[in-house]
C-alpha cells in the first residue's frame, strides 16, 4: 500500500509527545507562577482559573498521546491487520478477507526504518507471508513460503519440488467458490503436503503458468500463492529478502462479500494454515 501508517504515527506520537513534554516542564510551570502572582496582587478567581487552564492544543496532546504510541506499540512490535485484495491466496484467503499478523513471529523491528533489534524465529516452510514486495516496497503482499535459503525449487507440470523431492498434491474434485471468488469455480482444488503443512491449492488445468528451477540464495525465500495460476509470485519476479518480512499471517478476523454485499460471518474467527 501506499499510505505509510507506521510513518504517520511515529509522526503522530512526537508531535503529540513533543507538546505533551514541553507543557509540563516549561508551560506549565510558567502559568502556575503567573497564576501565584496574580494570587499576590489579589486578582480575582476567575481570572487566576483562565492563566492556569490547560491551552486546547495541550489537552489534546495531551490526550492522544498515549492512545496513540499504545496503537503504534501493538502495530509495530506485535499484531497488524491486512486486508487481503486479490484472489491469489484463495482458497486460503479470499478477496475481501481482513487478516491478523504476527508482526514479532520473525523478530522485532523498529517501525518505519525496519531494523530488525531482537531475533525471534525465522519462516518455516509452509507459512503464510506479510512482505514487503521487492520491486516496490512500498506495496504489501502475502504469499505461502515454498523455499528457504538453501533451496532448489522446481516448477514443472503444475507441481512443486524442493530439493528434488515431489511435495505431494492430491485432488479433491472440483472447487465451488463464493462472492468475489466466482471466477474460480470449477478450478481443481488440491490438497498439497510441504513437509509437515497440508494446505489447499487451486489449479486450472489447460492454463499455462510459469515453470522453471530456482536456486533460492541465503538471507532470501521463494514464496507463491495458493491460487497457482493466478498468482504473481516468486515465479515471476524472484526472492524475498529476509529483511522485506513484515510477519506471519495466523487469523482471518473478518470478512467483506462485496458481490453480495454482507459479511462472511463463517470465515470470521478462522485461523491461517
Do not use: C
Amino acid at each position: 500500500m501506499d499510505f505509510d501508517f507506521a510513518t504517520v504515527m511515529v509522526v503522530a506520537v512526537l508531535i503529540t509527545g513533543v507538546i505533551w513534554a514541553l507543557d509540563v516542564f516549561i508551560w506549565k510551570p510558567k502559568r502556575l507562577q503567573a497564576a501565584e502572582k496574580l494570587r499576590q496582587q489579589d486578582v480575582e478567581e476567575k481570572v487566576i482559573s483562565n492563566t492556569i487552564k490547560e491551552p486546547v492544543m495541550v489537552e489534546y496532546a495531551r490526550s492522544f498521546f498515549p492512545v496513540i504510541l499504545v496503537v503504534l506499540v501493538l502495530r509495530s512490535f506485535l499484531v497488524e491487520p491486512f486486508r487481503i485484495p486479490s484472489g491469489s491466496m484463495m482458497p486460503t484467503l479470499l478477496a475481501g478477507d481482513f487478516i491478523l499478523v504476527n508482526k514479532f513471529a520473525y523478530g522485532i523491528r523498529l517501525p518505519v526504518i525496519d531494523t530488525k533489534i531482537i531475533d525471534v524465529d525465522e519462516p518455516h516452510r509452509g507459512d503464510v507471508v506479510v512482505f514487503r514486495y521487492p520491486k516496490n516496497p512500498s506495496v504489501d503482499y502475502i504469499k505461502r513460503v515454498i523455499g528457504l535459503p538453501g533451496d532448489t525449487i522446481s516448477v514443472f507440470g503444475k507441481q512443486v519440488y524442493v530439493n528434488g523431492m515431489l511435495a505431494p498434491q492430491t485432488s479433491l474434485g472440483p472447487y465451488t467458490a463464493t462472492g468475489e471468488g466466482l471466477y474460480m469455480t470449477g478450478a481443481d482444488l488440491r490438497l498439497e503436503k510441504l513437509g509437515d503443512v497440508k494446505h489447499d491449492i487451486l489449479i486450472m488445468p489447460g492454463r499455462i503458468s510459469k515453470e522453471g528451477e530456482y536456486v533460492v540464495p541465503e538471507g532470501h525465500y521463494f514464496v507463491m500463492g495458493d491460487n497457482r495460476d493466478n498468482s504473481n509470485d516468486s515465479r515471476y519476479w524472484g526472492f524475498v529478502p529476509e529483511e522485506n518480512l513484515v510477519g506471519k499471517a495466523f487469523m482471518i478476523w473478518m470478512n467483506w462479500d462485496s458481490i453480495q454485499n454482507r459479511v462472511s460471518w463463517e470465515r470470521i474467527g478462522n485461523s491461517i494454515n
